[in-house]
C-alpha cells in the first residue's frame, strides 16, 4: 500500500481490501488546524456550558440511534464481534451523556478559603484552546469518546488523527458531531500521515495532545510534545495482573478470567493477560480455565490484522522457546489466532515482561500473597489490576501495594463513564473519564479580588 492510501479498510475476516482513503494534503492539514482555532475563539467562547452540554447529548442520541450501523462499520474495520461493537458505541453515548449531566458541576467556580486578607478567591476552570487526538483501532468509538467528549464539554476544539485501518468509523463519527449542531472546526477529523503528525504537534496554533496507542509511540508522542512544551495525556500498553488468592465459588472467577482476557478477541489494553493464582487453587483453576478458554475457538473473531496476528505467534514461539508450554486450539490461519494458555513462563524470561496482545493468557503459579503482589509488579506497564480474594482485608492491603493506576476487586467489566482510567510506569501518565478527566486540559484559573 503507498502511503497516498495509507488509510484503508482491510477486512481481517477475508484480507479484502474494501476501501482506501487518502491522506491529506498539507493544505488539507492547515485547514483543520485554523477550523479549530476559529471555533475556539468563536464557537467555544460565545458559548455556555449548559449549551456545550446539550450538544453532547445530542452526540449520545446519535450514538444510540445509529449503534447498529456504526457497529458494522468496525466489525468490518477490525474484526470486532458484532454485540461487542454495539456495546462500545452504547458505552460511548453514556460517556458523552455522563459529561452532558456534569459538566455544570465540574465546570463550576471553585472558592477558595483565603488564610488571610480581604476579599475573594476561586478558580476557574476554562478551555486551553485547540488538542490533538491521536487514537488507536481496537476501541474506534470509545477511546474518542473518552477524550473528545470532556474537553467539547470543556470548549476546547478537537482535531482527530484515528488509526490508519479506521478511516470509515472516523469518517462516521465527523458526520455524527456535524449532524449533532457541532460549529465547522469544533470537532475535524484528518487522516494525517505520521509525519503531519508530529508538524500538528510542534504547530503553535496546537495547546495540548493526548495519545493512546503503542508505549513507543507514545515515547515519540511525548518526546515531541515535550519539545514543544504541550501537555500530553499518554494511554499506553498494560500486562494486567488477575490475581486470585482465595474464592467462594471458582467457577465464577474462572468466567471472570476468561471474560477478562478474552474481551475483543484480548486486544484491550487493561484486560488481566497475566493470572497469578495461589498454590492450593492453581491446578483446579488451570484445568477448568484451559478447558474454558479452548472452548472458546468456534466463533472465535480475528485479530485486527494479519500482521497482528503473526506478531502474537512470534511472540508465543519465543516463550515456548524460552522453556513455557503452550495449550491451544489450533494453528494461526491468517488473521485468526487460536485461543490459549501459557504456562511455566519464568518471570526472569525476557517474554514474560511483554503485552500479548490477543487471545493468549498467561498463567501462574504463588504460594504466599507477598509473592503474588511480587510478581503481579514485576512488569514495566502499570495500567490496571484486578484482585480477587473472599478477605476483605486483604483485597484493600493487595490493592495497596500494586504498581497500577487502577485495582478492581473481585470483579471484571467494572469500568464506568465517572470513574478514572490511566495507568502508571510505562503504561503512560493522565487521566481520562470521570472528573479527573476533564480537568487534564483546562486552564484551572486562578482570579483573586482584594476586595468585593
Known amino acids: 500500500m503507498t502511503d497516498k492510501h495509507l488509510y484503508a479498510v482491510v477486512d481481517p475476516a477475508t484480507g479484502e481490501l474494501v476501501e482506501e482513503y487518502p491522506t491529506a494534503t498539507d493544505a488539507a492539514v492547515d485547514a483543520?488546524?485554523?477550523?479549530?482555532?476559529?471555533?475556539?475563539?468563536q464557537w467555544s467562547k460565545q458559548t455556555s456550558v449548559a449549551q456545550r452540554a446539550q450538544l453532547l447529548s445530542t452526540v449520545a442520541k446519535l450514538h444510540n440511534e445509529r449503534s447498529q450501523r456504526l457497529a458494522e462499520i468496525i466489525h468490518r474495520e477490525m474484526g470486532k464481534p458484532l454485540d461487542q461493537a454495539v456495546a462500545e458505541v452504547e458505552f460511548s453515548a453514556a460517556i458523552y451523556q455522563y459529561y452532558a449531566d456534569n459538566a455544570p458541576t465540574f465546570l463550576a467556580?471553585?472558592?477558595?478559603?483565603?488564610?488571610?486578607?480581604?476579599g475573594t478567591a476561586f478558580v476557574?476552570?476554562?478551555?486551553?484552546?485547540?488538542?490533538?487526538?491521536?487514537?488507536?483501532?481496537?476501541?474506534?468509538?470509545?477511546q474518542v469518546a473518552r477524550f473528545a467528549a470532556p474537553n467539547l464539554a470543556l470548549g476546547n476544539t478537537i482535531v482527530l488523527k484515528h488509526?490508519?485501518?479506521?478511516?470509515?468509523?472516523?469518517?462516521?463519527?465527523?458526520?455524527?458531531?456535524?449532524?449533532?449542531?457541532?460549529?465547522?472546526?469544533?470537532?475535524?477529523?484528518?487522516?494525517?500521515?505520521?509525519?503531519?503528525a508530529a508538524g500538528i504537534i510542534a504547530d503553535s496554533r496546537v495547546r495540548g495532545v493526548s495519545f493512546t496507542g503503542s508505549e513507543r509511540a507514545g515515547a515519540e508522542v511525548a518526546e515531541k510534545a515535550g519539545r514543544s512544551l504541550k501537555k500530553v495525556v499518554l494511554e499506553l500498553g498494560?500486562?494486567?495482573?488477575?490475581?486470585?488468592?482465595?474464592?467462594?465459588?471458582?467457577?465464577?472467577?474462572?468466567?471472570?478470567?476468561?471474560?477478562?482476557?478474552?474481551?475483543?478477541?484480548?486486544?484491550?489494553c487493561n484486560a488481566g493477560k497475566r493470572v497469578i493464582v495461589a498454590d492450593d487453587l492453581h491446578d483446579a483453576f488451570l484445568e477448568k480455565f484451559t478447558e474454558k478458554v479452548l472452548a472458546m475457538a468456534d466463533g472465535l473473531a480475528p485479530l485486527s490484522s494479519v500482521a497482528a496476528a503473526e506478531r502474537l505467534e512470534e511472540q508465543v514461539e519465543r516463550a515456548t522457546a524460552e522453556g513455557?508450554?503452550?495449550?491451544?486450539?489450533?494453528?494461526?490461519?491468517?488473521?485468526?489466532?487460536?485461543?490459549?494458555?501459557l504456562t511455566g513462563v519464568s518471570p526472569a524470561a525476557a517474554s514474560a515482561v511483554e503485552e500479548l496482545f490477543g487471545p493468549v493468557a498467561t498463567v501462574y503459579r504463588v504460594a504466599s500473597e507477598d509473592e503474588a503482589v511480587e510478581l503481579a509488579n514485576a512488569t514495566p506497564y502499570g495500567l490496571g489490576s484486578y484482585v480477587f480474594t473472599t478477605d476483605a482485608e486483604q483485597a484493600i492491603r493487595v490493592a495497596d501495594q500494586i504498581d497500577a493506576g487502577m485495582v478492581f476487586v473481585n470483579g471484571v467489566g467494572l469500568e464506568g463513564a465517572e470513574l478514572p482510567f490511566g495507568g502508571v510506569k510505562r503504561s503512560g501518565f493522565g487521566r481520562e473519564l470521570g472528573r479527573a478527566g476533564i480537568d487534564e486540559f483546562a486552564n484551572k484559573k486562578l482570579i483573586r479580588t482584594a476586595r468585593t
Open 32 to 41: 483543520a488546524l485554523d477550523a479549530a482555532v476559529n471555533a475556539h475563539a
Open 163 to 196: 488509526a490508519p485501518q479506521c478511516p470509515e468509523s472516523a469518517a462516521a463519527l465527523q458526520q455524527l458531531f456535524t449532524d449533532a449542531g457541532y460549529p465547522e472546526g469544533a470537532y475535524v477529523n484528518v487522516y494525517a500521515t505520521n509525519e503531519q
Open 124 to 142: 476557574r476552570r476554562q478551555p486551553v484552546g485547540v488538542l490533538l487526538g491521536i487514537m488507536p483501532w481496537n476501541y474506534p468509538y470509545y
Open 324 to 341: 513455557a508450554t503452550f495449550v491451544s486450539a489450533g494453528q494461526r490461519a491468517g488473521a485468526y489466532f487460536p485461543p490459549g494458555v
Open 238 to 268: 498494560g500486562s494486567d495482573p488477575f490475581i486470585v488468592l482465595s474464592t467462594d465459588d471458582l467457577d465464577a472467577t474462572v468466567d471472570a478470567a476468561v471474560e477478562t482476557r478474552f474481551e475483543n478477541t484480548g486486544q484491550a
Open 109 to 118: 467556580d471553585e472558592p477558595i478559603e483565603l488564610l488571610e486578607g480581604e
